[in-house]
């Protein structure tokens, strides 16, 4: 999400004092999820804040499932054992954030597919239907990425450039060359 937009954004739904300003901020690249050592000038999200964008991206994986406002309601309240009103806060937020924010949208569209598959393939296995366990759960892997290939290992594109060989017939300048490959002689 551009700089621009996010501006526009906030603008738009007053988020600048808002609960959700500083996850669009996070979106939009301007905040790290963590502090970084390799990049001190740059501001991050509190634990605080880490732990309220678990639970927006939990709800938002929810809605894009189809639950209903009601269910996501009582995992809420079960799973971090808040008040039903907190947990609608908490739901609200999440598609304020996720309404504004295009990029955190694929992302929680993504986990949420993998969600899904995930659940179809343990119901396929429960019916022993293996062959759409298979399917879906390779879905899932695909939609993780654990499918792609790692650029660990040599280039063979490096193997098809010849190389250069140098051949010296005068032994002084090859001894000069060696001296200086090897200081330790």
Do not use: W
């Amino acid at each position: 999400m551009s700089k621009a937009l996010t501006k526009e954004a906030k603008k738009l739904m007053r988020a600048d004092d808002s609960k959700v300003g500083r996850f669009l901020q996070y979106y939009a690249g301007q905040l790290l999820l963590e502090p970084d050592p390799d990049q001190p000038a740059k501001d991050s999200l509190t634990q605080t804040e880490r732990d309220n964008l678990q639970k927006y991206e939990r709800v938002y994986e929810l809605m894009n499932v189809g639950r209903p406002d009601y269910m996501i309601r009582a995992m809420l309240c079960k799973i971090y054992g808040i008040k039903d009103r907190q947990a609608h806060e908490i739901i609200k937020d999440a598609s304020m954030l996720y309404s504004l924010s295009g990029e955190a949208s694929r992302e929680g569209s993504k986990r949420s597919s993998i969600n899904f598959y995930e659940t179809v393939a343990t119901l396929a296995l429960a019916d022993r239907n293996y062959d759409a366990a298979v399917k879906a759960r390779d879905k899932a892997d695909h939609l993780a990425g654990h499918h792609k290939q790692e650029d660990i290992g040599l280039n063979p594109d490096d193997f098809r450039k010849p190389a250069k060989y140098v051949f010296i017939n005068n032994m002084t300048v090859y001894e000069k060359a060696q001296k200086e490959l090897d200081p330790d002689d």
